[in-house]
RNA sequence: GGCCCGGUGGUCAAGAGGCCUAAGACACCGCCCUUUCACGGCGGUAACACGAGUUCGAAUCUCGUCCGGGUCACCA
């Protein structure tokens, strides 16, 4: 045994297979030419972020456009800021936006195909295999620094303005002897491993991204910490050998880790691996006061995908604008496919945005009008009740009390050819359908500025007379039209506008009178649909309290 | 500070040397349609960060300046 494999053996005595165990137990997928597997990799350190949500849609949207896999992998290696449910809320919340996984963690305790386990903290054997190689081949090496003595260093770079870090004639002890490392052991030091990096700052790595272009950077020199002291890997490692053993293809992720990418390259290359593509996918921004900055958990609210759950923005509505933002060309598309399913989209990563893009919710709110048109009563009736019970019980109370009855109500101007385009999220619901309901109806009866409350009266008394609830629209408005001359208004619009001096109003002043009076405000969808909803019962009984409170 | 990346209307963006007198969408404004509102239709306000250079010609290529973002852990 030369001194490199009796290292390897001092230090990682239990690990007994070779990397070549794990290439045959995960060989090589058997996809179509083309097929891209991309993969999601959170850590359960905080909920389903918005961020997570976006970078799973384009892994998704990848994978499904080439025939490929699309899978789920956790990365628990940092157990001292895990938290309780974080795999399940993101898990669950993927599988809630219509995100769906092939592979991988597919529940907070279920894990399902062929290269898992698909959790670091259950794979801690397969990244000491490849540890106790790279250190076997003098690639590896243990650092006993402490903390402090790390620290110490770093200040001493920064008083000297050279750069920091764990590298070159910095590196403590890249040259450590078998025995130096056994004397430290036996006394009961702590070690992390670090990589024994060939790479030299003069030289540059260039890479291809898929989303940004190439890139050239210096390559890296640093001796990285690949094995903590507890035995699990950092991420860089847990990368590498997790994205060639489960064979992914491109590797789509955020772009803070476009600085990491010489370092993963470098460890690609000296496992013997060769490296996936890398897409860097640009944050999601945020105004704050005059600055741009990315999204951030602890500070915005949206930032936590909850949120708009909690808002009652639909799935398909926050999918619908992520694909904006994502896409460029995604709203031409959907233009020209208004009822296709997103996923039939011709996804291509050279067309998303460079750099980020600010959070927009005039934006989002928009697309939702679309999407939420695009639901028929029933499917309404569902989504808003299901809501409601959960963030606003009371109001879900009122929507079942009588099925039938809102279900009518959400009916109106939506299940025809051309549906209205007025609720983006639910949480808008209660106010914009208050009046049909008696428990939450707020009478106002503020007139337009032309018409007295005098003439008021007068057009709701007469109207009382020939009201009917079994008029169809045509002959609704006729009715209002009749009586229009008879107090001064005009019946034709055209007829007023040509002579205004002429007329007091038009008919459709009219009919916000009698809105006014039904509802309780100037703006509704179609009045004649909602009192037939009403009923001529409550029709007349809120005529009346107009004619005794104007 | 070092290293990366990026700067086109308020926002998202098309744009690959002449097709740019710079698309489209959201927001905003006006008009039309109209029982109100919304939808829809038509129109409008509004942008190539700055400075040099290359070129017959630059939003597009090069350099510099400025500004913004990311990253420099036994976190991912």
Redesign the pocket.
């Known amino acids: 045994m030369n001194n490199n494999e009796k290292m390897a053996e001092l230090l990682l005595p239990s690990i007994d297979k070779t990397p070549d165990y794990y290439e045959n137990l995960y060989p090589a997928r058997e996809l179509k030419e083309g097929a891209r597997v991309t993969r999601i ?1 959170p ?1 359960p ?1 905080g909920y389903l972020h918005l961020g997570t949500l976006f970078a799973a849609l384009v892994n998704r949207i990848t994978a499904t456009s080439s025939g490929g896999i699309f899978y789920t992998r956790i ?1 628990d ?2 157990k001292k ?1 895990e938290i309780e449910g974080g795999i399940a809320d993101i898990i669950d919340g993927l599988g809630r936006f219509g995100i769906t996984i092939d592979e991988g963690f597919t529940g907070a305790d279920e894990q399902y195909g062929n290269y898992g386990p698909y959790k670091q903290s259950q794979r801690a054997e397969i990244y000491q295999t490849y540890v106790k190689e790279l250190i076997r081949q003098g690639l590896a090496y243990p650092c006993f ?3 402090e003595e ?1 620290d110490k260093v ?1 200040k001493i770079q920064e008083d000297r ?1 050279i ?4 590298h070159g004639e910095w590196a403590k002890h890249r040259n450590i002897t078998f025995e130096e490392a056994k004397k430290l052991i036996d006394e009961g030091k ?3 491993v670090r990589l024994k990096s060939p790479g030299s700052e003069e030289n540059t790595v260039v890479f291809d991204d898929c989303i ?2 190439k ?4 390559e890296n020199d640093e001796d ?2 690949i094995l ?3 035995g ?1 890997p ?2 860089h490692f847990a990368h590498a050998v997790d994205d060639h053993l489960m064979r992914t293809t491109h590797v789509l992720r955020g ?6 990418v010489p370092k993963h390259i470098q460890l690609f290359k000296l496992l013997g691996f060769k490296p996936p593509k890398y897409g860097h996918i640009a ?1 999601i ?1 945020k105004l704050d006061g005059g ?4 999204i951030s958990k602890r500070k915005d609210p949206e930032a936590a995908v909850h949120f708009f759950a909690e808002e009652g923005y639909d799935s398909q509505s926050v999918i619908e604008y992520l694909m ?2 994502a896409a ?1 060309d995604f ?2 598309w959907r233009k020209a496919n208004p009822d296709k399913s997103y996923k039939d989209f011709k996804f291509n990563l ?2 998303m ?6 959070f ?1 919710s ?2 989002l ?2 697309v939702s009008k679309t999407v939420v048109s695009s639901f028929d009563s029933a499917c309404v009736y569902d989504k808003l009740t299901k809501w409601a019970k959960e963030f606003d019980p009371e109001f879900c109370a009122v929507l079942t009390e009588n099925p039938e009855y809102t279900r009518a109500v959400l009916s109106i101007d939506r299940d025809v050819p ?1 549906p ?3 609720i983006a999220k639910w949480n808008e619901a209660k106010d914009y359908f208050s009046y049909f309901f008696d428990s939450l109806y707020k009478k106002d009866f503020s007139l337009p500025e032309n018409v007295s409350s005098a003439d008021a009266k007068l057009f709701l008394q007469k109207y009382k007379e020939v009201y009917d609830p079994s008029d169809d ?1 045509q002959l ?2 006729d009715k209002i039209k009749a009586i229009a001359p008879e107090i001064g208004f005009a019946s034709e ?1 055209k007829e007023y506008k040509a002579e205004p001096d002429k007329f007091k109003g038009h ?2 002043d009219l ?2 009178v009698l ?1 006014i009076a039904v509802t309780g405000r ?7 649909s909602i009192m037939r909803v009403l009923g001529k019962e409550r029709c007349i009984s809120r005529i009346d309290d107009a004619l005794n409170s104007l």
């Open positions: 990799a850590s350190t990365e290696t940092d800021r620094c402490t903390a790390l770093r303005k750069r920091t870090g764990y702590t070690y992390v940004k272009g890139i050239e950077m210096p990285f910490v903590k002291s507890d699990i950092t991420y772009d803070e880790w476009i600085s990491s944050p921004m600055a741009k900055r990315k904006t933002v460029s709203e031409d050279k067309k945005s460079v750099s980020g893009a600010l927009d005039d934006k709110n928009n051309k209205r385009k007025d629209r609704w408005f619009t008919a459709g009919s916000t809105r100037r703006n509704t969808p179609d009045l004649c």
